[in-house]
């Protein structure tokens, strides 16, 4: 149910750039506060403010913040935004710290304060998308969540429950961490991960990259499970198909598609030899594993968005 505007929370921090009309200006970041969260978004340069845009979600990965997520040197996000014309927002997760630092999201079996604190994400993340709707042009058809590591898993955990609400969701190095899933209706979901991921395993469990304290995590579902319950849920019959993707499709990148499934939805799971923890085709942080060059997220995740809107 659409939290009723008058409990969101919603302030502008600072105030947000406005155009000669009065709407507020394409370009850079705004920061709105919903629920107390801070959520940064980006509208794409050069868009025709009278047509109604496609909206994304993106989670940052647990112990990360809004800010981390929002960057373009580790994500590039904002640059994909303005290249095919849609608003990115970057919501909080919970923290009890200043600023909204090392903040999780409650994915379900995973992870750290959120989960412990049974934090409600989902319900915030709704509140988010109508604060957002109240504020900007948004297709309501159009809305899509993705997200890193423990985003990725809050973004599997939003195809369970808010499927009503999002018409795609595409995790990257985050498997299902649900332990009921009932979909409102079939709903297409993407899964990207590197076999050489040392957080989350492919084939399942807490690799020794992952935190040090294992009470604040699980023990994570496999890749190949993740991906196999999504093709029952969305009663996908044709086995799927295998086909090479991205520059570097040489070095082992590929994606599986599932097919006849559901309301028109589709399962796919796309894969890279190597890149670990990261998000392919952007940066990594100081002391990290170099992402993957084999593949493109943004672009894998854009091309899988814009099919799931025919």
């Known amino acids: 149910m659409r939290a009723p505007l008058l409990a969101i929370a919603l302030a502008l921090l600072p105030p947000a750039a406005l155009a000669a009309d009065g709407a507020p200006a394409a370009g850079g970041l705004q920061e709105l506060r919903v629920q107390g969260r801070k959520v940064l978004v980006h509208l794409p340069a050069g868009a025709d403010p009278e047509r ?3 909206l994304v979600l993106a989670f940052h990965g647990g112990g990360g913040s809004a800010d981390l997520m929002a960057d373009d040197a580790r994500h590039g996000l904002q640059r994909k935004a303005d290249e095919a014309g849609f608003i990115v927002a970057f919501p909080n997760g919970y923290s009890r710290l200043p600023g909204g630092r090392l903040a999780t999201w409650n994915a379900g079996g995973c992870c750290g304060d959120a989960r412990d604190r049974g934090s409600d994400d989902v ?3 709704r ?3 109508a604060a957002l709707q109240d504020r900007y042009r948004i297709d309501a058809t159009r809305v899509f969540a993705t997200g890193m590591s423990n985003g990725g898993m809050f973004s599997h955990r939003l195809a369970c429950e808010a499927a009503d609400v999002f018409r795609a969701v595409a995790a990257v190095a985050g498997t299902d961490a649900t332990a009921h899933c009932a979909p409102s209706r079939p709903i297409s979901v ?9 957080h989350v395993l492919f084939d399942g469990g807490a690799g020794p990259g992952s935190v040090r304290d294992k009470s604040k995590i699980m023990d994570f579902v496999s890749v190949p499970e993740t991906v196999s319950r999504w ?8 086995p799927p198909q295998r086909t090479p993707d991205g520059p570097g499709a040489g070095d082992g990148a590929y994606c599986e598609t599932y097919s006849g499934c559901a309301g028109g939805t589709r399962v796919q799971l796309c894969v890279t030899a190597t890149g670990g923890h990261a998000w392919p085709g952007g940066g990594a942080r100081r002391g990290r594993e170099t992402a993957s060059r084999a593949l493109d997220a943004n672009d894998v995740i854009w091309r899988f968005f814009a099919q799931a809107s025919r």
Do not use: E
């Open 52 to 54: 109604p845009a496609p």
């Open 127 to 129: 509140a988010v998308v």
């Open 123 to 125: 319900g915030f993340t």
């Open 231 to 238: 093709a029952q849920r969305d009663r996908c019959t044709a």
């Open 190 to 198: 993407l899964h990207i991960h590197a076999r050489d991921d040392d």
